[in-house]
């Protein structure tokens, strides 16, 4: 089960931090990420980890956009700094375990003045 917290409500330029734990048996956990969904638009990906520390990630998003796991409580984080309006959208994290994909139920971000 993967759990994430961190959306709300915040100005443009402004920052979040949400995290997404995977609660279970789960060990060894290989990649780790985050897609957005806006209103009215397609789910698209935001960012991704490896089980190392190799990262990628959109490019509407680099610059602005972290992602980082711990590996040890099976949690993956996307610090998101300089917000724009078009960032608001509901993002999910997902996990890629045992070669089946595990996704988080969502957290609302919206950024607005």
């Known amino acids: 089960q993967m759990q994430a917290f961190g959306g709300g409500l915040v100005q443009p330029g402004g920052s979040l931090r949400l995290s997404c734990e995977a609660s279970g048996s789960f060990s060894s956990i290989n990649q780790m990420g985050w897609w957005r969904q806006a209103p009215g638009k397609q789910r698209e990906w935001v960012a991704i980890?490896?089980?190392?520390?190799?990262?990628k990630y959109a490019e509407s998003v680099k610059g602005r956009f972290t992602i980082s796991r711990h590996n040890a409580e099976n949690t993956v984080y996307l610090q998101m700094n300089s917000l724009k309006p078009e960032d608001t959208a509901v993002y999910y994290c997902?996990?890629?375990?045992?070669?089946?994909?595990?996704w988080g139920q969502g957290t609302q971000v919206t950024v607005s003045s």
């Open positions: 997902y996990a890629v375990y045992m070669l089946s994909i595990y």
């Open positions: 980890i490896g089980s190392g520390t190799n990262t």
